[in-house]
């Protein structure tokens, strides 16, 4: 299909060198930019995931953080037994 583009000057010269280079023929060179273009803005590569850390405080003596689960459960258990309490 024929269509009129209007391309900047550098455009067009970075597609004329990528055709003279790859010794392909213009159109193929604008195709292959466009569909290329397309499917990066169609499909954007994933950025990878960063955490960054943060302080939580100090560690409070008694309190044995090797054993975290144990320690989680612990709090769980008496907030629940809190809440029954205050239901009778």
Same mark, same amino acid.
């Given at each position: 299909?024929?269509?009129?583009?209007?391309?900047?000057?550098?455009?067009?010269?970075?597609?004329?060198?990528?055709?003279?280079?790859?010794?392909?023929?213009?159109? +193929?060179?604008?195709?292959? $930019? #466009?569909? &290329?273009?397309?499917?990066?803005?169609?499909?954007?590569? %994933?950025?990878?995931?960063? =955490?960054?850390?943060?302080?939580?405080?100090?560690?409070?003596?008694? +309190?044995?953080?090797?054993? $975290? #689960?144990? &320690?989680?459960?612990?709090?769980?258990?008496?907030?629940? %037994?809190?809440?029954?309490? =205050?239901?009778?």
């Amino acid at each position: 299909m024929r269509t009129t583009l209007t391309l900047d000057d550098q455009v067009l010269a970075s597609l004329q060198e990528a055709a003279h280079r790859k010794g392909k023929p213009f159109k +193929f060179i604008v195709n292959e $930019a #466009l569909r &290329l273009g397309l499917q990066a803005l169609e499909h954007p590569q %994933a950025q990878p995931y960063r =955490l960054s850390g943060s302080a939580m405080g100090r560690v409070f003596p008694g +309190f044995d953080l090797d054993k $975290a #689960l144990e &320690l989680a459960e612990g709090i769980e258990d008496r907030a629940i %037994a809190m809440k029954l309490e =205050l239901r009778k």
